[in-house]
């Protein structure tokens, strides 16, 4: 029962650095997304995908960007790290499903630091 | 514009007793749904308990319930006989439905809950 796999799990970064926070779930969800924690907040959307090939910004997309080439994956760039993207971040899945109850599945998440 | 509002940072609350959780929302649309999720110290996020906007009955699972209540727009959730394994923040959430059904999730600040032995 893997569900949503994220990695890594923690990582340092220096400001400018680049990297990719790599996400994969085995449920066949064709909803996924990315959110930010930041300490002691609610999350907060950045991007989301309803399938594969498609992507839209969230709440707070500056700074990232995403790709969804198979169903399965959905990686989230960072370019240029500053010290304001330190945060947890969470990639989630859910169904596509006519069903209101639409529950996302979160993975473990990824604690960054931009130093 | 959608927004979850928990105005609790922080509870206590004695072992085997009943605490509640405080959600309020505000949207415009008639359609949308109500998710809580508890996030112990280790990180993960899990999810709790959901209520559907045209649900007649208050949802339950195990423990927990939500306390459903449309025309306040509040969505509380109840933790009966508390364990020291509740401890752990929670989040209040909310998904818009209807023709735009993206699923994405508003969240609330959280409160972190406290179990006393």
């Known amino acids: 029962n893997a569900g949503v796999t994220q990695t890594p799990k923690f990582r340092i970064l220096k400001i400018g650095q680049s990297m990719t926070l790599q996400c994969t779930q085995d449920?066949?969800?064709?909803?996924m997304y990315w959110y930010r924690q930041d300490p002691g907040m609610g999350l907060k959307l950045i991007y989301y995908?309803?399938?594969?090939?498609?992507?839209d910004k969230g709440e707070v997309p500056n700074g990232y960007n995403v790709s969804r080439s198979t169903t399965e994956d959905f990686p989230l760039r960072l370019e240029l790290a500053a010290p304001s993207q330190t945060s947890v971040y969470f990639c989630a899945s859910r169904a596509a499903t006519s069903s209101a109850k639409n529950i996302q599945y979160f993975g473990a998440g990824t604690r960054l630091s931009v130093l | 514009a959608q927004k979850i509002t928990q105005t609790q940072p922080g509870m206590f609350v004695q072992e085997k007793e009943a605490v509640t959780l405080d959600c309020t929302y505000d949207t415009s649309d008639q359609s949308y749904g109500l998710f809580w999720y508890k996030q112990p110290s280790s990180g993960e996020m899990i999810f709790l308990i959901y209520q559907g906007s045209y649900d007649e009955q208050n949802a339950t699972e195990g423990r927990y319930s939500l306390n459903f209540q449309k025309a306040r727009k509040s969505a509380n959730l109840v933790i009966s006989a508390s364990q020291l394994g509740d401890s752990a923040m929670y989040f209040c959430a909310m998904s818009r439905y209807g023709s735009s059904n993206t699923g994405k999730l508003i969240f609330g600040q959280g409160t972190t809950l406290q179990v006393k032995p």
């Open positions: 995908s309803v399938g594969a090939g498609i992507t």
């Open positions: 449920m066949n969800h064709n909803y």
